[in-house]
């Protein structure tokens, strides 16, 4: 038993380690590809490093590298981090970081002739925003101004991360607009706009679940239906009819979406007049669903 418990938490690590690979991956498609050539800044260290790839041109052949530059900015960033909050803590963020750095050297820097910046805001937000949701999915970071907005705010701990990581980004975008225009960090803007509301999604969607509630007669046996040929679990409430003035049980229990459909036959087969009221539940953890690690 133990030698099994062993091998499915390898098997975790191992599958988290490559959904940061694949998320890091598709974050450096969208700067390789899109954002670069674009001459997009959308903030962070890559952006910062497209600014000073664009500026260093005339130094050094084509500029410093963005791989290199986000390299060299990170290196001192984990080795502060490492102090505040441990090697431990940051293992799976070092991991990101490397993976991210390495993505924009192997991946070549192509122009894939996208005149419309409309259309590559939308393109380089989409492949980016996939990309970040999926490293976040397993509570890990490619590092850069998250980990920058960290060491920030355990230095003043008025100001939260998410505003620091406004103020950095906003400061990267703004240095954008003043090398590449106006134009383009307007554009930047929306492609910033599309990442989040598309990394947001993919983590409300790995957590998203239904929680229904049945009132019934034959809450005893419906509850006994979802236990034993779902395997899902049910908690009893006590309740009072206020119209009859009746103590009732009201079932509560949370499923997974494709599982709704399911609890809503039982009942109803069971009970014809019974009384369910289906929600969403935008974020589950527990038995059954997302483990919560520390």
Same mark, same amino acid.
């Given at each position: 038993m133990s030698t099994r418990k062993i091998n499915n938490k390898n098997i975790l690590i191992m599958r988290k380690y490559f959904i940061i690979l694949i998320g890091s991956?598709?974050? @450096?498609?969208?700067?390789?590809?899109?954002? *670069? =050539?674009? #001459?997009? $800044?959308?903030?962070?260290?890559?952006?910062? @490093?497209?600014?000073? +790839?664009?500026?260093?041109? &005339?130094?050094?052949?084509?500029g410093v590298p963005v791989w290199f530059f986000n390299l060299m900015c990170n290196i001192p960033l984990f080795l502060l981090s490492i102090k505040a909050k441990g090697f431990r803590f940051l293992l799976t963020?070092?991991? #990101?970081?490397?993976?991210?750095?390495?993505?924009?050297?192997?991946? =070549?820097?192509?122009?894939?002739?996208?005149?419309?910046?409309?259309?590559?805001?939308?393109?380089? &937000?989409?492949?980016? #925003?996939?990309?970040?949701?999926?490293?976040?999915? $397993?509570?890990?970071?490619? #590092?850069?101004? /998250?980990?920058?907005?960290?060491?920030?705010?355990?230095?003043? +701990?008025?100001?939260?991360? =998410?505003?620091?990581?406004?103020?950095? /980004?906003?400061? $990267?975008?703004?240095?954008g607009a003043l090398v590449f225009g106006l134009g383009n960090a307007?554009?930047?803007?929306?492609?910033?706009?599309?990442?989040? +509301?598309?990394? /947001?999604?993919?983590? *409300? &969607?790995? +957590?998203?679940?239904?929680?229904?509630?049945? %009132?019934?007669?034959?809450?005893? *046996?419906?509850?006994?239906? %979802?236990?034993?040929?779902?395997?899902?679990?049910?908690? &009893?409430i006590n309740a009072t009819g206020m119209y009859s003035n009746r103590d009732k049980k009201m079932l509560f229990c949370v499923v997974s979406k494709k599982e709704i459909v399911k609890i809503v036959e039982i009942a109803q087969k069971i009970d014809p007049k019974s009384f369910v009221i289906v929600s969403d539940v935008r974020e589950v953890m527990g038995e059954g669903f997302i483990e919560y690690r520390q």
């Amino acid at each position: 038993m133990s030698t099994r418990k062993i091998n499915n938490k390898n098997i975790l690590i191992m599958r988290k380690y490559f959904i940061i690979l694949i998320g890091s991956f598709l974050m @450096a498609l969208g700067v390789n590809l899109v954002y *670069e =050539p674009m #001459g997009l $800044v959308t903030g962070g260290v890559s952006g910062l @490093a497209i600014i000073v +790839k664009y500026l260093t041109r &005339g130094i050094v052949d084509g500029g410093v590298p963005v791989w290199f530059f986000n390299l060299m900015c990170n290196i001192p960033l984990f080795l502060l981090s490492i102090k505040a909050k441990g090697f431990r803590f940051l293992l799976t963020s070092l991991f #990101g970081m490397l993976a991210f750095s390495l993505s924009l050297m192997v991946i =070549p820097v192509y122009d894939l002739g996208l005149q419309d910046y409309l259309l590559a805001s939308i393109l380089g &937000g989409a492949v980016s #925003g996939v990309g970040i949701g999926l490293v976040f999915s $397993v509570q890990a970071s490619t #590092g850069g101004t /998250d980990l920058m907005a960290t060491l920030l705010h355990f230095r003043s +701990k008025h100001i939260t991360v =998410p505003q620091m990581l406004i103020v950095i /980004d906003g400061t $990267v975008i703004f240095l954008g607009a003043l090398v590449f225009g106006l134009g383009n960090a307007l554009y930047a803007i929306i492609a910033v706009f599309i990442t989040t +509301k598309i990394s /947001d999604s993919i983590l *409300e &969607g790995l +957590k998203f679940a239904k929680m229904a509630y049945i %009132i019934s007669e034959d809450y005893a *046996e419906i509850a006994h239906a %979802i236990m034993h040929h779902m395997d899902r679990g049910v908690t &009893g409430i006590n309740a009072t009819g206020m119209y009859s003035n009746r103590d009732k049980k009201m079932l509560f229990c949370v499923v997974s979406k494709k599982e709704i459909v399911k609890i809503v036959e039982i009942a109803q087969k069971i009970d014809p007049k019974s009384f369910v009221i289906v929600s969403d539940v935008r974020e589950v953890m527990g038995e059954g669903f997302i483990e919560y690690r520390q």
